[in-house]
């Protein structure tokens, strides 16, 4: 007796190959170098761009979601009136970076004048590594005088689905043989990204008033929704192993989460987060984020020689923290996934 086949479980048969081809070609990550950058795809799509040379620090940009939406701030990188519209304070705030504002006593956050510190590339490599980009460098933080007053070697891991970009950023900051470095306790700093002005929850910024329809929350559920009347941000100097930044755009809801691994010095981190579109992990700035009168509270000191390791998980996804399921994806990172 002959067993009768399903046409469609034929058809299936036939297609499934088809569906496991698509799926991994919307998830294949190509890296490109340049002089001054490396470019991430995803898919066949620009993700982010890592710039090492001609500003004062390497940053990413443009930072894209899955579809393309821009999840950055386009200043100060297109100059002023670039973009029209777009607020052009904090002309420092480069899209993606990671700095901090202190370091044996010069400011690498801001970038105003020549008495600033520079963090210079010396070497950029890349590779794909079971679907996973990965781009390492090595920079040297060089004071205004050229002092060089540490190093550190920074690994960037991207990869992605249809509809969720996912970057890794470690830091490994190494003094040099013969002296300490010291982080400095200031609220300037230290992983941060610059958000668009149309994620951002409803907020006073001077004498400009912005209605937005953005969000803020922590893994504790501390929500910002409008700190127009505010002193300041509820999310702004908690401690918390994540925080999710999200707003509706054309239909759609987009969100940025970033995750603080466990493993971090000072787990759970402080955060530098704000209604006006400033988002950054900052574990330096504990006398600045709790009012305490001890400025050196949350100074961290390398001893000659040493090193200290920093990492965090950007998530860029849709929907809100729920629908994107950002408590689960944490679970995940903080178990090595």
């Known amino acids: 007796m002959k067993t009768r086949v399903s046409p469609l479980l034929v058809l299936a048969s036939l297609l499934a190959p088809v569906a496991a081809l698509h799926a991994a070609a919307a998830n294949d990550v190509k890296l490109t170098r340049a002089d001054d950058r490396v470019r991430v795809e995803i898919g066949g799509k620009l993700f982010t761009e890592y710039v090492f040379k001609g500003a004062p620090k390497p940053y990413l940009y443009p930072v894209l979601a899955a579809d393309g939406t821009e999840l950055m701030r386009h200043f100060p990188m297109k ?36 008495q600033k510190g ?15 980009g990965e781009i390492r460098a090595r920079n040297k933080w060089a004071a205004p005088d050229g002092t060089i007053h540490l190093t ?70 501390i929500r910002d929704t409008d700190s127009r009347n505010k002193k300041s941000d509820d999310n702004w100097g908690k401690r918390s192993p994540w925080v999710d930044y999200h707003a509706p755009k054309g239909g759609k809801v987009y969100g940025i989460a970033m995750f603080d691994h466990p493993k971090n010095p000072r787990h759970p981190t402080w955060w530098h987060v704000r209604s006006y579109a400033l988002f950054a992990a ?41 629908a994107a399921q950002v408590a689960e994806r944490y679970k995940e990172y903080a178990a090595g996934k």
Do not use: C
């Open 79 to 114: 100059g002023k009136g670039g973009v029209p519209g777009e607020v052009e304070d904090h002309p420092h705030h480069r899209s993606l970076w990671f700095t901090h504002g202190a370091v044996n006593g010069v400011d690498f956050w801001a970038e105003n004048n020549d």
């Open 118 to 132: 520079k963090i210079v590339s010396e070497n950029v490599e890349h590779s794909i590594k079971n679907g996973v």
């Open 152 to 221: 550190d070697e920074t690994t960037i891991r991207v990869r992605g689905t249809a509809d969720a970009r996912f970057l890794d950023y470690e830091v490994t900051l190494k003094a040099p043989p013969d002296k300490p470095v010291v982080f400095g306790d200031t609220k300037e700093g230290s992983m941060a990204i610059r958000v668009p002005l149309w994620m951002t929850p409803a907020h006073k910024q001077g004498k400009n008033v912005h209605e937005g329809k953005g969000t803020i929350v922590n893994a504790e559920g």
């Open 282 to 322: 900052n574990p330096f700035g504990q006398h600045d984020f709790e009012k305490l009168s001890d400025a050196k509270a949350g100074d961290l000191t390398i001893p000659a020689g040493g090193r200290v390791t920093f990492r965090w998980r950007f998530y860029f996804h849709e929907g809100d923290e729920k």
